[in-house]
């Protein structure tokens, strides 16, 4: 499985920015897509998680009510809509894909390459 995560950029706080992870080879049904980011001097952190069947999502706390995962089966594509960004988002985001709906990045197998977000306040 390869992922590639597109869609990072430099933005001011308030403003919004929609990430694009697209998965190709033996992508299975039964795999999760999750997003996690890391800032500089930072260990890697869970964003979001989405059930690639049935579409089940989470969140960690601290994007809730501000961020969207979603996916389209059809393009093989798993996004994250960020709203209401804050200088504190500012990170590289990394997307991810494992067995059902993990949180630990020991439970994912395959990662894509980051992408930059940047949050100026």
């Known amino acids: 499985v390869q992922l590639q995560a597109s869609g990072g950029g430099l933005v001011q706080a308030g403003d919004s920015l929609r990430l694009s992870c697209v998965a190709s080879?033996?992508?299975?049904?039964?795999?999760?897509m999750g997003w996690f980011r890391q800032a500089p001097g930072k260990d890697r952190e869970f964003v979001a998680v989405?059930?690639?069947?049935?579409?089940?999502?989470d969140y960690a706390d601290s994007v809730k009510g501000r961020f969207t995962i979603s996916r389209d089966n059809a393009k093989n594509t798993a996004y994250l809509q960020m709203n209401s960004l804050k200088p504190e988002d500012s990170a590289v985001y990394y997307c991810?894909?494992?067995?059902?709906?993990?949180?630990?990045?020991?439970?994912?197998?395959?990662w894509g390459q980051g992408t930059q977000v940047t949050v100026s306040s």
């Open positions: 991810a894909a494992g067995a059902g709906m993990p949180k630990l990045l020991r439970g994912y197998r395959y």
């Open positions: 080879g033996r992508f299975a049904n039964s795999y999760g």
């Open positions: 989405i059930r690639w069947t049935g579409g089940s999502t």
